[in-house]
């Protein structure tokens, strides 16, 4: 049996800890970087809904539930005309509805255009912090399960940061590369990156060989130094 001595006495083991340690640096480089972008995404959906809203005024009445029909797919288990959703429209409060400002539907459209594949993960936002909180929209770009409770970018892993940049279009300007948009794509940096969080935490045996760690190494810092902006990005 590995006792913790062996991370520090085992060649291989040892980089895997040092695999860990640049996961998490790579996620504290992307942190900032992400959370600005969110804060551009939040203002362009915004100004976009505002404009087009006869007395604009950003809403905190609506929750998430209220503005998603029922059932929608992957949220709802309502079976039937005469059906019960039990899971999101489970309460007199949460049943859909228009938004009084009519302003939280049409953020939600925005929300799902910007969406590289259309469906967004709405389980993890909670709209009626969307007009104060950009990161509640970011987290409609994160993947489906693990994410609702993270209120801030600091509380979310490598893995949440890259989904955002993969699935919202936003980010397809943002990088010197094309974001691959399917599995028959080669992988771009973010994908590998992305690979690199999943490879490294679910290692059952905690081992790298050099040359796995020297790859992990290169390809984060590819990412890192991106030209188009993330070289530029000092904080």
Same mark, same amino acid.
């Given at each position: 049996?590995?006792?913790?001595?062996?991370?520090?006495?085992?060649?291989?083991?040892?980089?895997?800890?040092?695999?860990?340690?640049?996961?998490?640096?790579?996620?504290?480089?992307?942190?900032?970087?992400?959370?600005?972008?969110?804060?551009?995404?939040?203002?362009?959906?915004?100004?976009?809904?505002?404009?087009?809203?006869?007395?604009?005024?950003?809403?905190?009445?609506?929750?998430?539930?209220?503005?998603?029909?029922?059932?929608?797919?992957?949220?709802?288990?309502?079976?039937?005309?005469?059906?019960?959703?039990?899971?999101?429209?489970?309460?007199?409060?949460?049943?859909?509805?228009?938004?009084?400002?009519?302003?939280?539907?049409?953020?939600?459209?925005?929300?799902?255009?910007?969406?590289?594949?259309?469906?967004?993960?709405?389980?993890?936002?909670?709209?009626?912090?969307?007009?104060?909180?950009?990161?509640?929209? =970011?987290?409609?770009?994160?993947?489906?399960?693990?994410? *609702?409770?993270?209120?801030?970018?600091? /509380?979310? !892993? #490598?893995?949440? %940061?890259?989904?955002?940049?993969?699935?919202?279009?936003?980010?397809?300007?943002?990088?010197?590369?094309?974001?691959?948009?399917?599995?028959?794509?080669?992988?771009?940096?973010?994908?590998? =990156?992305?690979?690199?969080?999943?490879?490294?935490?679910? *290692?059952?045996?905690?081992?790298?060989? /050099?040359? !796995? #760690?020297?790859? %992990?190494?290169?390809?984060?810092?590819?990412?890192?130094?991106?030209?188009?902006?993330?070289?530029?990005?000092?904080?």
């Amino acid at each position: 049996m590995a006792s913790l001595a062996d991370v520090f006495t085992e060649k291989e083991r040892t980089n895997w800890l040092k695999a860990w340690l640049a996961v998490d640096i790579a996620k504290s480089g992307l942190e900032q970087f992400a959370e600005n972008e969110a804060k551009a995404v939040h203002t362009n959906i915004y100004k976009n809904v505002l404009s087009s809203v006869p007395a604009p005024a950003a809403c905190n009445l609506c929750n998430t539930a209220n503005l998603l029909q029922c059932p929608t797919q992957g949220i709802c288990n309502k079976r039937g005309v005469k059906g019960s959703c039990k899971v999101m429209h489970n309460t007199s409060a949460n049943q859909p509805r228009p938004c009084p400002n009519n302003v939280c539907n049409k953020v939600l459209n925005e929300i799902e255009k910007q969406h590289k594949y259309a469906i967004p993960s709405w389980k993890n936002t909670t709209a009626t912090q969307w007009a104060s909180t950009p990161w509640q929209i =970011a987290k409609a770009y994160l993947p489906p399960d693990g994410y *609702s409770g993270k209120s801030s970018i600091q /509380d979310t !892993d #490598l893995n949440g %940061i890259i989904s955002f940049m993969r699935n919202c279009k936003h980010f397809d300007t943002k990088f010197s590369f094309p974001i691959a948009a399917g599995k028959n794509s080669p992988p771009c940096l973010l994908t590998k =990156a992305r690979d690199i969080g999943r490879i490294v935490r679910h *290692s059952s045996q905690c081992k790298l060989t /050099d040359a !796995d #760690l020297q790859d %992990i190494f290169t390809t984060l810092t590819n990412l890192l130094s991106d030209p188009t902006c993330l070289a530029q990005d000092v904080a």
